[in-house]
């Protein structure tokens, strides 16, 4: 969990999961041999793509804004059985889902 403050607002940025890393290909299967190379060794350098499912909680005033929201707790079928942890995740943040007022999805 990272935190930045910027005046009276807070936002947390929070991992509700960690799929396990995947062949560069899979995330980037459009892309050509000479964008390959360079974005490999930047963004795979073992070969593997790794990502998170991130979700920001902006606290402002009293209200919480969740900007995304995961991928659920429930084991996902389309992701090979991972779940999410957003609950933990908030709460280690001193957050609970009850204090949401909004969400955006990107």
């Given at each position: 969990m990272r935190k930045i403050q910027f005046g009276d607002a807070t936002l947390f940025t929070l991992t509700d999961a960690r799929p396990p890393p995947a062949d560069f290909r899979y995330?980037?299967?459009a892309h050509t041999a000479d964008?390959?190379?360079?974005a490999r060794q930047i963004w795979a350098p073992d070969g593997l793509f790794h990502t998170r499912f991130a979700v920001h909680a902006l606290v402002q005033?009293?209200?919480v804004t969740l900007i995304d929201a995961g991928i659920g707790p429930e084991p996902s079928?389309?992701?090979n059985g991972l779940g999410g942890?957003?609950?933990a995740e908030l709460a280690q943040a001193g957050l609970d889902a009850a204090m949401v007022t909004r969400v955006?999805?990107?």
């Open positions: 995330a980037f299967a964008f390959d190379a360079p005033g009293g209200a079928a389309y992701f942890r957003l609950d955006v999805f990107t």
